[in-house]
């Protein structure tokens, strides 16, 4: 699975969340919609098309959704963020190129070819 595709980190990604750790609370807690359905899991695999919201309107007042949205976080193309109803729409799959550039590929596969 990409990383890009769960839940957790699409807040993240869109500015909704600082870290991946309050938006990890955020799902759990149960606090957001896909689709208009209460979802609770943070590593749940978001699917092109799917939009995520806030569950309720107060959370639109919560102190740290308010000052990470002030920050301006470049948002990637592969996410539309509607900034006043707060809501993100999952548009399509990132491209290869959009991707975390920091991940060295190479380093990941000789880890699991190694010989234990």
Request: overall charge positive; charged content about 25%; glycine content about 4%.
């Amino acid at each position: 699975m990409i990383s890009e595709l769960r839940l957790d980190n699409i807040l993240v990604l869109s500015g909704i969340a600082n870290t991946i750790r309050f938006a990890r609370q955020l799902v759990s807690y149960g606090h957001l919609l896909v689709d208009g359905k209460k979802n609770n899991i943070p590593s749940y695999e978001v699917e092109p098309g799917q939009v995520i919201s806030l569950k309720k309107e107060k959370m639109k007042e919560n102190k740290i959704i308010k000052s990470t949205l002030e920050q301006n976080v470049k948002i990637p193309s592969f996410l539309d963020f509607n900034k006043e109803k707060l809501t993100i729409t999952y548009l399509r799959n990132p491209l290869p190129e959009e991707l975390n550039k920091s991940i060295n590929v190479s380093l990941i596969v000789e880890w699991y070819n190694r010989k234990v």
